[in-house]
């Protein structure tokens, strides 16, 4: 079983006519390596781009990659299908981040209409194993450049160029491999694996909803605890569920607010309990005209 690490450039591109932004894919890079973890092969192709005819500003600065040199590439679909003859039958895909392996799905179903990619059958996130072999109290995901500079990997080529971040993320992980602990990061890429990749998460919108019911919820007074009474007209505003209710003990009105946001197999509710600020009286030394 070979480890594939692929490394994708891709365009934020926005399609006028379509009215939809995508990050289209523009150059793959893949290194295939050896049990020992040694580069046997390389892998690099320009893609045409089909969705904008545009290259971002952001894209640009980042790859240095021109629309006259993606003249040169072939389409996407084309070059998948040389991917994926290169990549073989039994490997583990690897990539910094998630993102590539987001990125890669999302062209896929917005180029080739197609969901699942089914010769992708295990995937591993290089930058979350090797992540754990740093101590760090930052939670943020540390970047390729970071990561190699932790473990005394001199960086060569420059980066953001697709074939070189991926030699890159070989020597991070050949740096921290060991077969046994790596196991635990690869998943199976079945159905669900690529549905609960591009699914994204929203804020529910209506009271009753999928398993979410606005009315069932109770809320708790904040100075005692005690049950608020509510009041069942809320309002839908900035993803928000908003209303006030009052506290029988304290004699106190409170604001309320909700959100309900559905992940890819729960909702998580945040409940917001706010006193309410009296209406401010009318100041008393207003001038009156005689
Ligand atoms: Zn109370």
Known sequence: MNYIIIDLEWNNAYNYAKKTGMNEIIEIGAVKLNDSLIIEETFKQLVKPQFSKKISSHCKKLTHI?????????????????????????????????????????????????????????????????????????????????????????IEEELHRALADCVLTAKCFKHVYDKDNFKQYIHNCDKDFFCKLLFKSYYISSPVDNGFDLYGLSFECPLCTQQLKVKKDFEFLNNTFCSSGYCKSCKKHFRIAVRAKQNYNEIVISKKIYPLKRKKTRKSNVNIKN
Do not use: H
């Not at 389409?75 to 998630?98: H, I, Y």
């Open 66 to 154: 021109t629309i006259d040199e993606l003249k040169n590439g072939i389409p996407f679909v084309e070059a998948m299908k040389d991917f994926r003859r290169w990549c073989g039958d039994d490997f583990v895909l690897l990539s910094w981040s998630t993102s590539d392996l987001y990125a890669l799905a999302d062209n896929f179903k917005k180029l080739w209409s197609i969901d699942e990619i089914t010769f992708i059958k295990k995937y591993a996130d290089v930058q979350k194993y090797c992540q754990s072999y740093i101590e760090s109290e930052n939670t943020n995901q540390i970047s390729l450049s970071n990561c190699a500079e932790k473990f005394g990997i001199t």
